[in-house]
């Protein structure tokens, strides 16, 4: 099991920032990428960000390519998410996800945090 616990969500001005942080518990030896996903009202959850163990490779969204930034510190068990000039459509609620898939595939999900952009 992982346990994953979010942090630094809040209310921010349009060209504003935030950092969200993710702290990983439990069995994190077995953890193979770690992300960051966001549900807006009425939509879908998508996938934002995401850093791989193996080498450190990192994916993106295009809405959020050259704006956020995805980062780890292996000595914390922590992910960052780095969100500068932040929109209004990036208003969400944030989840981290730890997915693990060396052997069963398996994803696990923090409590969510919101973000809210607004003036």
């Known amino acids: 099991q992982v346990q994953l616990v979010e942090s630094g969500g809040g209310l921010v001005q349009p060209g504003g920032s935030l950092r969200l942080s993710c702290v990983a518990s439990g069995s994190i030896f077995s953890i193979n990428a770690m992300g960051w996903y966001r549900q807006a009202p009425g939509k879908q959850r998508e996938l934002v960000a995401r850093?791989?163990?193996?080498?450190?490779?990192?994916n993106y969204a295009d809405s959020v390519k050259g704006r956020f930034t995805i980062s780890r510190d292996n000595a914390k068990n922590t992910v960052y998410l780095q969100m500068n000039s932040l929109k209004p459509e990036d208003t969400a609620v944030y989840y981290c996800?730890?997915?693990?898939?060396?052997?069963?595939?398996?994803?696990?999900w923090g409590q969510g945090t919101q973000v809210t952009v607004s003036s």
């Open positions: 996800s730890a997915l693990s898939y060396s052997g069963p595939l398996l994803n696990y």
């Open positions: 850093i791989f163990t193996d080498g450190g490779r990192t």
